[in-house]
């Protein structure tokens, strides 16, 4: 079975292109959105004993080895925003059957 028969959630990737520069030479960006699927397992969860009810969580996500998805950008799925945390990897070993994009996320509000 390859990595992408096991990627059945939908999911829609958010993420902010470079489209130019201003006048001033600032960088101009675009929020774009790629429909995809992905897998969603979660990894982490706690609750900040000051903060109540608010939890933490983290998740593992990964993604074809076709979409981009950086640090910075961001993912729905499952009716839930997921930030990502650090520098995805892209898993480029072994049968290019099995190659994808594993990503530390966390659930946003």
């Known amino acids: 079975m390859g990595a992408n028969q096991m990627m059945e959630t939908p999911c829609t990737i958010l993420r902010r292109e470079k489209t130019g520069t201003d006048r001033h030479g600032d960088a101009i960006f675009e929020s774009v959105e790629v429909e ?23 998740w593992d996500l990964s993604l074809p080895i076709e979409d981009v998805f ?19 990897w892209r898993a480029e070993e072994g049968s290019r059957s099995l ?3 594993e990503a530390t996320v966390r659930r946003t509000a």
């Open 70 to 88: 950086e640090k910075g950008d961001a993912v729905v799925a499952k009716g839930s925003k997921y930030e990502a945390v650090g520098d995805p």
């Open 36 to 58: 995809t699927f992905c897998a969603l397992q979660q990894r982490q969860r706690k609750e900040h004993e000051e903060g109540g009810e608010i939890s933490d969580t983290l």
């Open 99 to 101: 190659w994808h994009i």
